[in-house]
């Protein structure tokens, strides 16, 4: 009857541990004040309506890296769509640098564009107070306070929410 309750235990634990250990594999938000927004778009739509909604608000587009595309290029393998945007404005990458040389590493800010299993797509940035709060410079949380506005501007006229 012990050895039966002992081995009943140890199953239950291995279960929990099995449980804790993939539910530990992948941290979606590593990080404070990131935004994860699931949409009904398409992949290559959602590309499409993030491009426009930056322009559409005025900010630039500085950098464009996919995944997706380097694999099929280079390794002649596909995989799901994955892209990482950066977006930035001259105006505020001088305010930045007045502010903190130092934080010229987290420019441009980013969105993050990934397809899903189920062919829609998600957006992923972080807002950018978050990006610039551990430099813990006013001028630049006045700065990113701003930008915080303008990257929800930018998400919500790219989802449609």
């Known amino acids: ?4 309750a002992m081995r009943g235990t140890a199953l239950a634990l291995a279960g929990l541990l099995l449980l804790a ?4 594999a992948e941290n979606p938000t590593p990080y404070a004040g990131t935004r994860i927004i699931k949409t009904g778009h398409s992949y290559q739509d959602l590309v499409g309506r993030l491009d426009a909604a930056v322009k559409a608000n005025k900010m630039g587009l500085v950098t464009r890296a996919s995944a997706t595309v380097g694999a099929k290029k280079m390794l002649d393998k596909t995989i799901p769509g994955n892209m990482v945007v950066g977006v930035y404005r001259p105006d505020f990458a001088v305010r930045m640098l007045e502010a903190s040389v130092a934080a010229g590493i987290e420019a441009p800010l980013r969105f993050y564009i990934t397809e ?13 107070t978050a990006v610039f709060a551990p430099y813990e410079v006013p001028a630049l949380d006045a700065m990113a306070r701003e930008l915080d506005a303008i990257f929800a501007k930018i998400a919500a006229d790219a989802t449609g929410g």
């Open 1 to 4: 009857m012990r050895t039966t």
């Open 21 to 24: 250990t993939s539910a530990v």
């Open 116 to 128: 899903q299993a189920d062919g829609t797509a998600t957006l992923t940035y972080r807002e950018p």
